[in-house]
């Protein structure tokens, strides 16, 4: 807890000052007590890890094209699979760095644990096609769709 300076005498006052221990370069980085995150790190980091794989999903005339973001990950540590040939799951683990006795964190930002995500295959995908490639961080999956049926129109003569 940060004291505010007193301007008589020089003695510091009582009056706590709930400025000091933000920074306030950025106002949206909350500080939590250091007792709070000792009691639960690994929950906090492994849901932020499944919370903060982000996908965008795109729709072109030829595909579908599914883009991750998985920075400081290898493509032998990412698994995608289809489930019951209509479900497209993306997932993995970012393991935790190994502390050392020498070492003091002032921050951990960075998630890890496990991470999940799935997603409906729309009707149209082509299952057996389905590629993924991984660069820089970044996991793309593209699904090919089918092509439309063309519904085939036969004139019937009328009799009589």
């Known amino acids: 807890m940060s004291m505010i300076p007193s301007f008589f005498g020089g003695r510091r006052s009582n009056i706590y000052d709930p400025f000091a221990t933000f920074d306030l370069s950025d ?4 500080h939590f007590p250091s007792s709070i995150l000792t009691q639960v790190p690994e929950i906090s ?16 005339p030829e595909a579908h094209v599914m883009k991750a973001d998985l920075p400081g990950l290898k493509k032998e540590e990412v698994k995608v699979e289809i489930e019951d040939g ?11 760095e190994k502390e050392s ?20 295959l729309p009707v149209d995908a082509k299952m057996e096609e389905i590629r993924a490639s991984m660069e820089n961080g970044v996991l793309t999956v593209t699904v090919p769709k089918a092509d439309e049926k063309k519904t085939d129109v036969k004139s019937v003569e009328i009799s009589g």
């Open 27 to 30: 106002p949206f980085d909350f």
């Open 45 to 60: 980091r492994e849901t932020s890890a499944l919370m903060n794989t982000r996908v965008d999903w795109k729709e072109t």
């Open 86 to 96: 209509k479900v497209l799951q993306i997932s993995g683990e970012r393991s935790v």
């Open 101 to 120: 006795k020498n070492e003091t964190w002032h921050r951990i930002e960075r998630s890890c644990g496990k991470f999940q995500r799935r997603f409906r």
